[in-house]
């Protein structure tokens, strides 16, 4: 039996439990966000006609009776960015807004958060950071993405948060407006910034644990020649259910590696299946690599697992 979690889930809550604990002030910004959109669906048409005419002065724009936030939810996946990107995009004419209120509910709030010189660049970043979250979710649910390939997303991705945070990755408009700063201030900001990328890191390694034992089929990808020692592995892994000749399995290795190595380039933009479809219509002999590359291949990815759960909304017992 191999337990097995949905590393989306895991790649939306990392995000989102880290970026709760930034401090914005009085509130974190997951409820930042849901309070602001609230703020302008209740009520709206004032406040939404107020937000068009502020808009038309600033940026000229004939956008009228669209509601200026994004739905956010914790729980919903894909959410934070474009809420995000929502406020970002038209940043001053919230401020210009939030300005010129002077009463309603959570309305001091408001103001402080506009106000402050930390709240834009730091929504930045999250976007930028977000960004990535989304591509490597979108691509774990994509069709044709197994389960090992779906690890291998995950580990990229955390691999490239460990990059960031040793770096204090940013996007270069926020080095930009952080420079202007006095040191002290722009200390605070990268010690927030690092301490949200180990957040990062300790959510995704506390939560993907169940992931170790799966990491030795990570050669299944195709995205590098054979390393025969991991494949040898695999088999050993599976040799109870299917008998495979070890001896036979290293010669496919060396046929396959041959065929793989002249193929890595054209294979770049290939899902996993399509790597092996192509190797494995090579004419090569590949009849043991075939059965554990099978056995791996075939465990079940998370979009599976999803539809499964999905399915019990439309079951009655």
């Not at 997951?30 to 609230?38: D, P, R, T, W």
């Not at 808009?55 to 994004?70: G, V």
């Not at 958060?113 to 979250?133: C, D, G, K, V, Y």
């Not at 202007?180 to 990062?200: G, S």
């Amino acid at each position: 039996m191999i337990g097995v979690g949905c590393l989306a889930h895991i790649l939306n809550n990392a995000l989102k439990n880290s970026v709760e604990k930034l401090d914005f002030g009085e509130e974190n910004l997951n409820i930042f966000l849901g309070l602001v959109h609230q703020y302008f669906q209740h009520k709206n048409a004032d406040r939404i006609s107020r937000i068009d005419r502020i808009r038309a002065q600033i940026d000229h724009s004939n956008t009228r009776n669209k509601l200026p936030t994004k739905s956010y939810s914790k729980t919903r996946w894909l959410s934070t960015g474009p809420a995000i990107e929502a406020i970002i995009s038209q940043w001053h004419i919230f401020e210009v807004y939030f300005d010129e209120e002077e009463s309603g509910k959570h309305i001091e709030k408001f103001k402080k958060f506009f106000e402050s010189p930390f709240s834009f660049p730091m929504l930045l970043t999250i976007r930028f950071i977000a960004e990535e979250f989304e591509e490597a979710i979108c691509s774990i649910e994509g069709k044709e993405v197994d389960l090992i390939t779906s690890i291998k997303i995950f580990f990229d991705l955390q691999q490239k948060m460990l990059f960031y945070r040793d770096e204090v990755e940013k996007p270069s408009i926020v080095a930009d407006i952080i420079e202007r700063w006095a040191e002290n201030d722009q200390l605070t900001f990268e010690l927030q910034l690092r301490e949200l990328y180990d957040d990062i890191q300790s959510y995704m390694t506390k939560w993907s644990t169940w992931t170790n034992s799966l990491k030795l089929h990570l050669w299944a990808t195709l995205e590098a020649e054979l390393n025969e020692s991991a494949v040898i592995r695999s088999m050993e892994v599976i040799s109870e259910s299917c008998q495979i000749n070890s001896d036979e399995l290293k010669e496919n290795i060396r046929s396959a590696n041959t065929f793989i190595n002249n193929s890595l380039e054209s294979w770049a933009h290939l899902s996993t299946s399509k790597r092996w479809s192509s190797l494995l219509t090579s004419n090569l002999e590949l009849n043991a690599l075939e059965k554990v590359a099978n056995f791996i291949l075939t465990l079940p990815g998370n979009s599976n697992f999803v539809k499964v759960f999905q399915s019990f909304n439309y079951c009655y017992f």
